[in-house]
């Protein structure tokens, strides 16, 4: 929320609500892994590696898997003491931001337009919720989304109030479903973008130029995605006498 510091893992605790019950948290699941990574460290190497390193790293192999570029991440981070959900609402851009606010958001932590259209090829990877869609599909369909495509979106979304415990969701990238690549780009030309966001970038002039060097370069994204998690992964670390080594990464340690 403020940095790469592991605040997104704390737990509601004492009245503090944690940032994973925000609305903007909306469909962020197996936080059991990172428990288990933290488990075995600890074993081995106790208060020593933080919850936001994890997390970082995670990253960076999570990106190599889906074949992305290989990102060399500094380590040294400190976790977060507090959580933030009371800001989350405020600070995380939303789907259907306008790419103004999405560029703003952004360039607050040092990323540049260059970079921000390449952070949101991460939408290349994984699904979307029928909760974030429906607004493009009903009542009536959002013009600018390719008509065959808007067919495909409503046989998956079928309602325009999904229940947001179902299985409902629509793939970002049907064609490279699980790899990192520059689909994302080619598709968001083709009026397949998923989300209104997505849509924007390749009709507002600031981004579009990018959009379209990307689409036909898929190793100029990788270099421009990498550099573009670097500058995120380096926004503002707690370090030093900061914050601290959690014990659990769902609990400030308690001495």
């Known amino acids: 929320m403020q940095s790469c510091d592991a605040s997104l893992l704390l737990e509601t605790v004492n009245g503090i609500k944690s940032e994973k019950d925000t609305s903007r948290s909306f469909g962020m699941r197996n936080f059991k892994y990172v428990a288990t990574i933290k488990r075995a460290l600890e074993s081995h190497c106790p ?25 060399e991440l500094k380590t040294g981070r400190r976790d ?41 090829g991460a939408h290349s990877v994984g699904r979307v919720h029928c909760v974030n869609l429906v607004g493009r599909l009903y009542p009536t369909v959002d013009p600018t989304l390719d008509p065959e495509y808007a067919g495909y979106l409503k046989a998956r979304c079928p309602t325009p109030d999904p229940d947001p415990k179902s ?50 370069d898929n190793g100029y994204f990788h270099q421009q995605f990498a550099r573009a998690v670097v500058v995120l992964s380096e926004n503002n670390p707690l370090t030093g006498p900061e914050g601290e080594v959690r014990k659990d990464c769902r609990y400030v340690n308690s001495n």
């Open 47 to 71: 208060s020593t590696v933080s919850c936001a390193d994890i997390v970082a790293l995670s990253a960076r192999d999570g990106i190599v898997m889906l074949g992305g570029p290989r990102v």
């Open 167 to 216: 299985v409902l969701y629509s793939r970002n990238d049907r064609e490279t479903p699980m790899i990192l690549d520059n689909m994302y780009y080619k598709n968001v030309l083709e009026h397949k973008g998923l989300l209104s966001v997505d849509q924007q970038l390749a009709s507002d002039p600031r981004t579009a130029p990018f959009v379209e060097r990307m689409a036909g």
């Open 80 to 120: 977060s003491k507090q959580s933030y959900a009371s800001d989350v609402e405020s600070s995380i851009p939303n789907h259907n931001d306008s790419i103004s606010a999405v560029l703003s958001r952004f360039g607050s932590m040092g990323l540049d337009t260059e970079s921000t259209v390449a952070l949101l």
